[in-house]
């Protein structure tokens, strides 16, 4: 599966920008994709699950509300848009796909997001 990752960019604080996920290699349906992140000097954290479904399952305390998963399964794609944006979310933000009960897991190669003024 290779995925590549869109969107990122420099915005001011309180923007929005919206991150876009292409999957290939494996029918789309078949994978749950998730959206992290990476700030300078942090461990990669897990933001947002959504189910093969269409069903985001997680949201990490700190988005909720602010950033929205999603997925489009005509166009391969699974989306974050963020809003309200603050510094803190500066990092390089990676979307994973794997495929339920399978050990089996593909990431994108990142998109830098930096919110200052």
């Known amino acids: 599966v290779q995925l590549v990752e869109s969107g990122g960019g420099l915005v001011q604080p309180g923007g929005s920008l919206r991150l876009s996920c292409v999957a290939s290699g494996l029918p789309f349906e078949i994978l749950r994709m998730t959206w992290y992140r990476q700030r300078p000097g942090k461990e990669r954290e897990r933001l947002a699950d959504?189910?093969?479904?269409?069903?985001?399952?997680y949201y990490e305390d700190s988005v909720k509300g602010r950033f929205t998963i999603s997925r489009d399964d005509v166009n391969n794609t699974a989306d974050l848009q963020m809003n309200s944006l603050k510094s803190d979310d500066t990092a390089v933000y990676y979307c994973?796909?794997?495929?339920?009960?399978?050990?089996?897991?593909?990431w994108g190669q990142g998109t830098q997001v930096t919110v200052s003024s």
């Open positions: 959504i189910s093969t479904i269409g069903k985001p399952t």
């Open positions: 994973k796909a794997d495929v339920p009960s399978t050990s089996g897991e593909y």
